[in-house]
């Protein structure tokens, strides 16, 4: 047992350290430096409704035949940096994280598609993301381009306050050599993800001087807006940002706008409520009808299921497939049983 835990009274979390209680088990994210640990719902009542007892009420409370799990508990907690160990005149200069979010971007993030018949106006279309303060832009397009198109498409985001770009791309059956890729990604120092799907294999393409920027393939054919609303592990983001948002706005499409491939302004371009065109109205027009800022404020505490789940403030969320007709229901592509601590089968 840790010295610690003999000379000290009581024990204090990290405050970027923070329990999340599911219906079976639970997880303490560290939002700081981005990672989680299982933990049992008897410690999560520890850490978050008995964090001023002394060590030795703990024990007292829970009883000799309990002491040793209890120590097994504080052992981990301690060697993981979740908590340390301080007296009880100390354990108020530790106040919790202020988890409240906000952002001086009306729009933070966004999403345009491109399908064979689209014809945007992508300069005017960057120029009014820019003035709503847009800071990262997904472009998804779904037939054949070549790399020349995208770049010259990229090229308009220069002079933006973008910092994040994406970009999904089919497969250029054209290009034959890894430089023509590093060529592409590095004419944008803005592109932190590219994506080429309909690839013969799936693989990731190494490059130690673009370490910003992942280039992937993908076996997958993303050949229209209905592959995305996918809840995966592999989509968990764990910050404080994200972290943060996520207790009251949705994880996906807070503060979000999107340009389906036909031109129409959608919270999302799988979703089938339509705002204008953005041939005839401008992004700021529809932002400012109530009606379609009404999904932003839907978060996992509100979601059937959901708030049930340890993940709900790491996960993303889907309002395009939900499982029922209920507006409250999870999302129709998550597999994960949270009463049954289970990633099911599809």
Not at 195 to 216: D, G, R
Request: aromatic fraction near 12%.
């Amino acid at each position: 047992m840790s010295n610690q835990l003999l000379d000290k009274s009581h024990f204090k979390l990290y405050a970027n350290c923070i329990p999340v209680k599911g219906a079976s088990r639970s997880i303490i994210c560290d939002i700081q430096r981005g990672r989680y640990n299982f933990i049992t719902n008897d410690l999560y009542e520890i850490l978050s409704e008995q964090s001023d007892l002394s060590i030795n009420d703990i024990f007292s409370f829970y009883g000799a035949e309990n002491k040793e799990i209890l120590e097994e508990y504080f052992h981990f907690l301690s060697s993981e940096e979740y908590i340390f160990f301080c007296e009880f005149e100390e354990l108020g200069l530790f106040p919790k994280l202020d988890l409240h979010w906000e952002s001086p971007s009306i729009i933070t993030n966004a999403i345009i598609d491109v399908g064979i018949d689209s014809n945007h106006n992508f300069p005017d279309i960057f120029i009014q993301l820019e003035d709503l303060g847009c800071k990262a832009l997904q472009l998804r397009f779904f037939t054949e381009t070549t790399l020349n198109e995208v770049s010259e498409i990229l090229a308009f985001t220069e002079s933006s306050s973008i910092t994040s770009l994406e970009v999904i791309i089919p497969y250029p059956i054209k290009v034959t050599t890894k430089q023509e890729y590093i060529s592409f990604a590095s004419s944008n120092l803005r592109l932190s993800l590219v994506i080429f799907h309909s690839a013969p294999q799936n693989s990731v393409l190494e490059n130690e001087s673009l370490p910003c920027t992942y280039i992937l393939f993908t076996e997958d054919q993303i050949n229209d807006e209905y592959h995305c609303g996918v809840i995966s592990k592999s989509y968990f983001t764990l910050n404080i940002e994200s972290f943060s948002e996520a207790q009251l706005f949705n994880s996906c499409l807070n503060r979000k706008i999107s340009i389906d491939k036909s031109g129409n302004i959608k919270n999302c371009p799988s979703m089938s409520l339509s705002y204008g065109n953005i041939k005839f109205q401008t992004l700021k027009e529809v932002i400012r009808m109530k009606e379609f800022k009404k999904v932003w404020s839907i978060n996992k505490n509100q979601i059937n299921i959901c708030k049930d789940c340890e993940f709900r403030y790491i996960c993303t969320d889907c309002r395009a497939f939900i499982s029922t007709i209920d507006v409250l229901s999870k999302p129709a592509k998550c597999n994960y049983n949270p009463y049954l601590e289970t990633w099911e089968e599809k």
